[in-house]
């Protein structure tokens, strides 16, 4: 069975960074997409970036204007998502989605982190 | 980037009673190799999305058949031969033609 488990959620202030993590199952993390979804508050979902775990590429959302940075520990089967130079408006829930080849779908999701910045 | 519209922001439903959602699109999400890229999604409170339909009218794992996808092109429905009470959510369509994929702000499903 496919999971993804995410880190605990944080608490940062404006200007600052944060980096949050998203474990991947064994048996999938060695050739997969995994994709950065966020959530503000009562929106819809946004979509970030991804990357294939296999060889590192990555694509970004151009909305971050090179804010976002995506990597993975394969040893650790664990992708990050990077978040630099955080605004208020930054506070959301961010998610990791497995994007599933045969269905083009994402069809499997981590279970969000919440990133709230304030000063 | 493809803007993804949905008309209803939410819809109220007796159980039992059949409903469609629908999402439009600002360009064709019809790839060169025939498949269209359009899903739906359900959002239930508190919780993480979950696919329910992709490549338009697939329906994903689980999913019962009393729920199907239609469209094609731009214009694109979700439907409910019989709504049940665990329909309750937030429905969105999302378009991975291309990067960034979008989603529709999404149609909020309630029971009465």
């Known amino acids: 069975q496919v999971h993804l488990v995410q880190s605990g959620a944080e608490v940062k202030k404006p200007g600052a960074s944060v980096k949050t993590s998203c474990k991947v199952s064994?048996?999938?993390?060695?050739?997969?997409?995994i994709h950065w979804v966020r959530q503000a508050p009562g929106q819809r979902p946004e979509w970030m970036g991804w990357i294939n775990t296999g060889n590192g590429r990555t694509k970004y959302s151009q909305k971050f204007h090179g804010r976002v940075t995506i990597s993975r520990d394969t040893s650790a089967r664990t992708v990050f998502m990077e978040l630099s130079t955080l605004r208020y408006e930054d506070t959301a829930v961010y998610f990791c989605?497995?994007?599933?080849?045969?269905?083009?779908?994402?069809?499997?999701w981590g279970q969000g982190t919440m990133v709230t910045v304030s000063s | 980037d493809i803007e993804m519209t949905q008309s209803a922001l939410s819809l109220s439903v007796t159980p039992g009673e059949s409903v469609s959602i629908s999402c439009r699109s600002s360009q064709s999400l019809l790839h060169d190799n025939g498949y269209t890229y359009l899903g739906w999604y359900l959002q239930k409170p508190g919780q993480s999305p979950q696919v329910l339909i992709y490549l338009g009218s697939n329906r994903a794992s689980g999913v019962p058949n009393r729920i199907s996808g239609s469209g094609s092109g731009t214009d694109f429905s979700l439907k409910f031969s019989r709504v049940e009470a665990g329909d309750v959510g937030v429905y969105y369509c999302?378009?991975?033609?291309?990067?960034?994929?979008?989603f529709g702000q999404g149609t909020r499903l309630e029971i009465k």
């Open positions: 989605a497995r994007w599933f080849g045969e269905s083009e779908a994402l069809d499997v």
């Open positions: 064994e048996h999938i993390f060695t050739n997969s997409a």
């Open positions: 999302m378009q991975a033609l291309q990067t960034p994929f979008t």
